[in-house]
């Protein structure tokens, strides 16, 4: 090798380089005349049959929109159908004139001003060559009169067009959702092959969730048109495949009962079948009418929605946050005769307060001369709050976060929904790090009642329940059971199930106290037990939504009722063989025994009796 | 007095000339970008529905790169070596940032949201790619020994592979090409360029078989012959290969394109830009655009043959090479001869992070033909 010195050797480094760049140069003149080639024979050799596709015999890839497919309910009830409707439509560059035709259009048809803004507001979004509703859904009087004067209206026309319908409308608006106009955001992220066609997409609920499932397989045809744009014959069609239908575990009849039983409270009730985990009923009330959304829903209603106090709009089975209130009691217990921080016989005396050494504040009991000296059993029964403010300090933050963990709080359940909450279950790091502070004792004794930072949503509280009443066999809840399409059934997957190490003995002592909730003439929900042969164990929960001052006393009637507390409920029955887990949530419903617990039950009588009438 | 300042005016294109040397502008470079940025909005009134907003919009982003690309230009050459192995670094640890994101968020994701605006690493890895090459064979005589291949072949695989996964296959194509350049550039013998040809394409059909799964095989066969999917990438082939043989010799005159506005051709002002040029100019035009192309990598390869030190040469030859690639795979791909890949015309499509980097590139050449007084080494 002549370079064996050790310096630069710039000379002769140059004129490697210059020899690189003049290669280079050459190389990319070489490649420019590939392309150049390549365009001459498009635009010189190929022109005449290019220009002929492009001008006059031009073939045109029509896509097919497959038909979405239909949800039901467990029963085989349609919770969401396609309708077949005809469709107002304009194709803004065949009309010459178009606020002229827009104002013929509204004198003809009285079309209301939201209506056309609409129609402008996608005009602007959408290529001028394309068919852009006006009405979504003519009536048949409306037709009619389009029909006679559709010769005077050059560009517009009525189309058929599937429009997707709920009929259970506000009912199960939350669990179903709706299907709305694919946006510009969503279209970026779209499989643009997939969804050449397509209107419509589903925005929330199953339809979101199971949007790929439901959606189909786009299918196409080449299509000969003329000058005209007139198609002559179909060259190739490849058919669209449909998309699968969803069976939900829902029971649309339970759903309304539970619905119905919250009357004028806003709230939740969720449900779980404990065998399979399947939902069967997703209650949020206040709901909302899905049907609007399809088509548009218009910026008044929208806003009327947005803004209105009872926010139908949010999903509190899902998202919504609550304290548990003393519906935690059963899990503290269990966490204390698990870690064997506390014997089943064992007494604590409840003199009606408690305080911590050293410290003025007491914690209060809702009884004012207190229980007395209790066991587990009677604690949980007559939901005595001292018993549990003792054994939280007893167990300590660190246990009791790990026990409450392994149910399911503070991490989300799974359910086959989008956008669920994880609610919040504390713990010293979690206080460490969000709010940097250390822990106190006194939030540990609040968290023994459900109080302080814990959150939870109502779904959480109906899988904790659940896996509870199913001897901590953990109970993953899912909403859609199977997923039947053309050629196969899909049976949504079941996930493997972990069970909890607890003890049966200690399940037995819990589950005896949560029947006595509701059998035992001290229970908190004695008056819901008394009319059936089998046996409902339960717990209610009173979440203070304001604090009340030391030494000031909580008056019902004199605060107003935005501020009263929440009334919850937890229950499965029969409490021998459970087969059905409920929990209820009714906002400012003030007590979880009047209010909440007569909720739950008629969703489980009418769940289990449903169920005997169904057996030979 | 009066007479002086009279001749001051008579005197102002030298004047405009000094003013520009001292700004270290590159008088033709700068001609021919805003030839051809002129020419882009042009293009665009009329691929983009004649929309007045869109072309204000780009303008502002063509306007700060234009601005980025003057303040670059007037750093000295020498702050970029010394800060190569540093930018490489930052670049690699965002693009993992980015991986893990998107990897959290389910979804692919190519950029960090800065809040003002998107900032996407593989941009910023363009240029970092090739100053991290050059700066690390800038210290040792060329041609570039055997080690220094290996390790150069690792530092560019690096970046390629990062941006291959999120998956930007055009990015990674651009990324890998202009690491490849600077090697070139550094005297890589021509035996060892065709002998990696060579074990490359001998490679392909062992990985064929037995390294890829079924679905990945079929992905790649759309990726060659994409009028297997009519409905997707295959669709775009067809229309613009019916615009620009439509165009003929002459064109169909500027705002005459009737396939890029009668059929859905979305992505008709982004990366198939370049159908819409070819229906309304014609051949005469496309060889217009071509030679305003060669002009601008013709003197950027100049800037390169006369700079003083290893570390430019290399880098502003591999950024006019670069920039090549650009030009090359975006025709390549409208005009039916390569596989769709997504990677703008460089200067001409709607979009401002490729006019940024590219400008920002052009500062970069500006920069090292402007510093003349500085020594090597």
Not at chain 1, 396 to 402: F, L, M, T
Request: proline share 5%.
């Amino acid at each position: 090798m002549p370079r064996t010195l050790n310096f630069k050797d710039n000379p002769v480094e140059s004129q490697l380089f210059l020899g690189r760049i003049i290669s280079a140069f050459v190389i990319i003149v070489l490649l420019t005349v590939c392309l150049i080639v390549r365009l001459a024979y498009l635009q010189v050799v190929g022109h005449q049959h290019y220009a002929t596709l492009a001008k006059e015999n031009s073939i045109k890839i029509e896509p097919t929109v497959p038909s979405r497919g239909m949800i039901y309910d467990k029963r085989g009830n349609i919770l969401a159908e396609n309708a077949q409707t005809y469709s107002l439509e304009l194709v803004p560059d065949q009309v010459s004139d178009l606020d002229n035709t827009l104002a013929r259009l509204k004198q003809l048809l009285d079309i209301p001003d939201e209506k056309i803004e609409q129609f402008q507001r996608l005009r602007k979004r959408q290529k001028r060559f394309t068919s852009i509703p006006l009405i979504a859904n003519l009536t048949d009087e409306e037709l009619a009169k389009f029909a006679v004067a559709r010769p005077y209206f050059h560009g517009v026309d009525a189309h058929v067009r599937q429009l997707r319908h709920y009929p259970y409308g506000d009912l199960a608006a939350h669990v179903v959702g709706y299907v709305g106009r694919i946006n510009e955001e969503e279209l970026k992220e779209l499989p643009i092959s997939e969804y050449r066609g397509s209107t419509y997409i589903g925005k929330l609920g199953v339809e979101s969730s199971y949007e790929t499932e439901l959606h189909g397989k786009t299918g196409y045809s080449e299509i000969e048109t003329n000058v005209q744009g007139r198609p002559l014959k179909t060259l190739k069609e490849v058919a669209p495949i449909a998309g699968s239908n969803l069976h939900l575990t829902l029971d649309i009849d339970l759903q309304k009962t539970a619905y119905d039983a919250l009357e004028k409270y806003n709230g939740a009730v969720v449900a779980i079948e404990i065998e399979t985990g399947g939902v069967l009923t997703f209650v949020s009330r206040p709901g909302f009418d899905p049907n609007p959304f399809v088509i548009g829903i218009s910026g008044p209603a929208y806003q009327a929605l947005q803004s209105s106090p009872d926010q139908p709009l949010y999903n509190r089975a899902l998202r919504g946050l609550y304290p548990p209130g003393s519906t935690i009691k059963p899990f503290m217990a269990l966490a204390g005769l698990e870690y064997n921080t506390v014997g089943v016989r064992q007494q604590l005396l409840c003199p009606g307060y408690y305080q911590l050494p050293n410290d003025s504040h007491r914690y209060r009991d809702w009884r004012k001369g207190g229980h007395g000296a209790v066991n587990v059993s009677e604690a949980v029964t007559q939901s005595c709050d001292v018993y549990f403010y003792r054994l939280a300090g007893m167990l300590g933050i660190d246990r009791i976060h790990a026990f409450l963990q392994q149910f399911g709080f503070g991490e989300k359940t799974g359910i086959d929904l989008m956008g669920e909450k994880s609610g919040l279950l504390p713990s010293r790091e979690w206080k460490l790090s969000k709010k940097n502070q250390v822990w106190f004792p006194g939030e540990t004794v609040i968290t023994g009642i459900g109080q302080g930072y814990h959150q939870v949503t109502p779904l959480q509280l109906a899988k904790a329940t659940a896996t509870l009443a199913n001897n901590g066999k953990i109970v993953t809840p899912h909403l859609v059971d199977k997923v039947v399409s053309d050629a196969v059934t899909k049976p949504s997957e079941n996930n493997p199930k972990t069970t909890l190490p607890l003890k049966s003995a200690n399940i037995n002592t819990i589950i005896a106290a949560m029947v006595n909730v509701v059998h035992s003439n001290r229970g908190t929900a004695r008056s819901i037990g008394l009319d059936i042969n089998y046996q409902i164990a339960g717990k209610t929960g009173t979440a203070q939504v304001i604090n009340i001052k030391q030494n000031a006393s909580y008056n019902e009637h004199a605060i107003d009722f935005k501020q009263r507390d929440h009334a919850l409920f937890i229950s499965f029955a029969p409490a021998d063989n459970p087969k059905i887990a409920v929990a209820v949530i009714a906002e400012n419903g003030g007590h979880g025994g009047s209010v909440a617990a007569p909720i739950a039950a008629k969703v489980i009588k009418q769940y289990l009796s449903d169920k005997q009438t169904a057996l030979p | 007095m009066k007479i002086e300042s009279r001749r001051e005016q008579f005197d102002a294109p030298s004047l405009v000339e000094r003013i520009l040397s001292k700004l270290h502008i590159d008088i033709p470079l700068l001609i021919s970008l805003l030839l051809i940025s002129c020419l882009s909005f042009v293009v665009l009134y009329s691929a983009g529905s004649q929309d007045i907003e869109l072309l204000v919009k780009q303008a502002i982003r063509v306007g700060l790169a234009f601005l980025l690309m003057a303040v670059l230009a007037h750093i000295n050459p020498y702050q970029f070596k010394r800060y190569s192995a540093l930018l490489f670094g930052i670049g690699i640890a965002l693009l993992i940032a980015v991986l893990v994101m998107g990897h959290i968020g389910k979804g692919a994701q190519r950029w960090l949201d800065l809040g003002f605006f998107r900032f996407q690493p593989s941009e910023m890895i363009k240029i970092t790619t090739p100053m991290m090459i050059a700066w690390y064979l800038a210290d040792h005589a060329l041609p570039l020994k055997t080690h220094q291949l290996l390790v150069s072949g690792v530092l560019i695989l690096i970046p390629t592979l990062l941006i291959a996964k999120q998956p930007d296959l055009g990015t990674a194509i651009l990324v890998a090409s202009s690491g490849g350049a600077v090697l070139f550039f550094a005297g890589l013998s021509w035996r060892l360029i065709m002998a990696i040809f060579v074990s490359l394409s001998a490679l392909t059909p062992v990985v064929w078989h037995y390294f890829l799964h079924d679905y990945q095989r079929a992905r790649i066969i759309t990726l060659l012959d994409p009028e297997a999917d009519p409905l997707g990438k295959g669709y775009h082939i067809i229309q613009s290969k019916i615009a620009i043989g439509s165009g003929g010799i002459y064109g169909k005159g500027w705002l005459g394109s009737k396939q890029s506005e009668l059929e859905f051709l979305p992505e008709s002002s982004t990366d198939f830009i370049f159908a819409v040029f070819a229906e309304e100019f014609g051949l005469f035009g496309c060889l217009g655009l071509l030679v305003l192309y060669l002009l601008v990598i013709g003197r950027c390869l100049y800037i390169a043959s006369q700079a003083q030190d290893t570390f430019s040469r290399l880098l502003a030859g591999s950024l006019a090479f670069t920039f090549f690639v650009y030009v090359f795979v975006n025709i390549g791909m409208v005009i039916g001869v390569l596989p769709v890949v997504g990677v703008p015309l460089p200067m001409i499509s709607y979009g401002g992070t490729s006019v940024v980097t590219l400008l920002a590139g052009f500062g970069i050449l500006m920069s090292i033909h402007t510093h003349k007084k500085f020594i090597p080494d």
